[in-house]
């Protein structure tokens, strides 16, 4: 069955340090992977997409790498900030026509001053 | 632009009773998807309505149901409501990128808890 895996631990780390996130999927041929934030008691919020084809997509200091052939994708958030603080989701919608987009649990990271 | 607004926030129901949620999209936008999100389950899809037809459905009972209007406005319902529904109900208009993928606006959600 189609899997997307994230470390369901919470990620303690300190201001200014790199947190690196990982998304890892089984029996899924992606069209594309998305990063969303989630703060408590709200909807999550697109933050990046990469395509199948794309190898590392940057946006400030986020950064999002897709590897096909390990079915895995990384989320940095560099230079960390305590307002990084959340929960950070991937999502993927395979190449099947009306495939839908599919969440993984997120990981909840935590930024201490 | 005004986001994606879904009423009540809150709502607090008892087993067996229905309940009906709402979602406005994003002007313009004629996509709406609903997800239920519990701590256990993460985020699950429900279904996918365009252009008041459903476009795509999740592994859900028949309990749960939805329809779309015109103004692309969208409405869920649960009936026969159980412990287990208990959770944050999203909804999220889509919209299409220049490079062809398309992205889900969400809404703050419906906290619905059920006794």
């Known amino acids: 069955s189609q899997k997307i895996e994230q470390n369901s631990e919470a990620l303690n780390i300190q201001e200014g340090k790199t947190a690196t996130l990982t998304c890892n999927y089984t029996?899924?041929?992606?069209?594309?992977l998305q990063w969303y934030r989630q703060d408590p008691g709200r909807g999550p919020v697109f933050l990046l997409l990469?395509?199948?084809?794309?190898k590392e997509k940057r946006k400030e200091r986020l950064k999002v790498t897709f590897d096909t052939t390990l079915k895995q994708s990384l989320f940095h958030i560099t230079a960390s900030q305590p307002a990084d603080s959340a929960t950070y989701l991937c999502?993927?919608?395979?190449?099947?026509?009306?495939?839908?987009?599919?969440f993984g649990g997120g990981t909840r990271v935590l930024v201490k001053p | 632009k005004a986001g994606v607004t879904q009423t009540p926030r809150y709502l607090i129901k008892t087993r067996g009773q229905q309940v009906t949620l709402s979602c406005s999209p994003i002007?313009?936008?004629?996509?709406v998807s609903w997800y239920q999100q519990t701590p256990g389950q993460g985020l699950q899809f429900l279904f996918e309505?365009?252009?008041?037809?459903?476009?795509n459905k999740g592994n859900f009972p028949g309990r749960f149901s939805g329809r779309q209007f015109s103004n692309s406005r969208s409405e869920m319902n649960v009936s026969t409501l159980e412990l287990g529904d208990s959770a944050l109900y999203l909804c999220?208009?889509?919209?299409?990128?220049?490079?062809?993928?398309?992205?889900?606006?969400f809404g703050p959600g419906t906290r619905l808890t059920v006794l």
């Open positions: 990469i395509r199948e084809n794309e």
């Open positions: 999220a208009s889509k919209r299409r990128l220049p490079e062809g993928a398309d992205t889900q606006y």
């Open positions: 309505y365009f252009s008041e037809t459903q476009r």
């Open positions: 002007s313009g936008h004629r996509s």
């Open positions: 029996n899924y041929s992606p069209a594309y």
């Open positions: 999502a993927l919608r395979g190449k099947a026509a009306g495939n839908k987009l599919t």
